[in-house]
């Protein structure tokens, strides 16, 4: 029978690196400064050793995990490229202010959130893919760890919440295409599935740009995009067949400002002379797919580090943080010439 291998204890890396076990816990929570040269040790018994830290004991020496923990969920009927973008930005911020991620993505939110909390797993937690009325939310409130959203719930008593203003991104379009001239313009939104699930950010983004094409009188189309092929090339074309008349097209859908060049090319559209097109879209999203439009940037890299500030601030010194805060990042339009 084989002897189970032993587990390197604190009091070994201390032996190795020639220190006290109270230098190497000091070295471990960043209480105290420590040499450089005495760093070096620490980090080399560590590793020779495959010490690792126990996150629960840690918690009860520092009182802090340096954890964040980060919930989200990948649907299958959504385009998953464009959730990674968030998921990116919370990790790169989190990362640089010196907090590991603890990256969660149960089907039962609710559930996972008072495990994570409760278990004193994580100091704070971030959501994203933010519903209406999001079933997370009241375990969040409850948890004693503070929490942070990039997405706006229908009830944001007592959360931090920071998003794009959507609604105000889609009158930024429907105005430039207004003062270009267009009378007739086809919106595609995203998947049904992403309204009936209560992504509020489809409907406040239709919404504003249906109200303000009537303002105007402008001849708006609106339309449910898809998020998987072939049905989205499918979906597209059935679109454009339907109207011929319009010349402008705003598409809030990141499945479909993916797929419409290939699909515009096969169809002899050139854009902007048959074709005005506007979108909203990140830089880095934008380039990964070569994406040539005009758009509105939907700054997760500005939401995720927004969300990873606040919340560290609420963790290192909760009175001092303020009544909780709702910030929309404002739109910024993109003119890359795509329309005319």
């Excluded at 105290?32 to 040790?41: D, F, H, L, Q, V």
């Amino acid at each position: 029978m084989e002897s189970e291998e032993a587990v390197a204890t604190i009091g070994d890396v201390a032996r190795a690196a020639g220190v006290s076990r109270s230098t190497v816990s000091y070295a471990l929570s960043g209480n105290r400064p420590i040499s450089r040269e005495t760093r070096e040790r620490i980090d080399q018994a560590i590793l020779e050793l495959g010490f690792t830290v126990n996150a629960g004991a840690r918690a009860l020496a520092t009182a802090q995990t340096k954890a964040i923990g980060l919930l989200s969920q990948f649907h299958r009927d959504e385009f998953a490229p464009a959730m990674l973008q968030y998921i990116r930005s919370v990790s790169d911020a989190a990362r640089e202010l010196g907090y590991d991620v603890l990256f969660v993505t149960d089907i039962d939110g609710s559930a996972a959130v008072r495990r994570i909390t409760s278990s004193n797993m994580v100091d704070g937690v971030v959501l994203l893919d933010v519903t209406h009325a999001d079933p997370r939310l009241d375990a969040l409130r409850a948890a004693r760890q503070p929490g942070a959203l990039v997405g706006l719930p229908g009830d944001t008593e007592g959360l931090d919440v920071f998003d794009l203003d959507f609604g105000e991104s889609a009158r930024v379009m429907v105005d430039h295409l207004y003062s270009l001239g267009h009378r007739e313009i086809i919106l595609v939104s995203p998947p049904k599935h992403v309204f009936e699930r209560g992504g509020a950010y489809g409907w406040r983004f239709r919404d504003a740009a249906i109200e303000r094409a009537g303002r105007y009188g402008i001849r708006i189309h609106p339309y449910y995009g898809e998020s998987q092929q072939p049905e989205i090339t499918v979906n597209i074309d059935a679109i454009l067949d339907a109207r011929p008349t319009a010349t402008a097209m705003i598409v809030h859908n990141d499945a479909t400002i993916a797929a419409l060049p290939m699909v515009l090319q096969r169809r002899g559209v050139r854009v902007p002379d048959d074709l005005s097109v506007v979108s909203l879209y990140a830089q880095d999203f934008g380039r990964t797919f070569s994406l040539p439009y005009t758009a509105v940037e939907s700054s997760p890299d500005k939401l995720g580090r927004m969300a990873v500030q606040q919340l560290v601030r609420r963790i290192i010194d909760p009175g001092q943080a303020g009544p909780a805060v709702v910030k929309f990042v404002a739109p910024e339009l993109v003119d890359r010439g795509s329309t005319a």
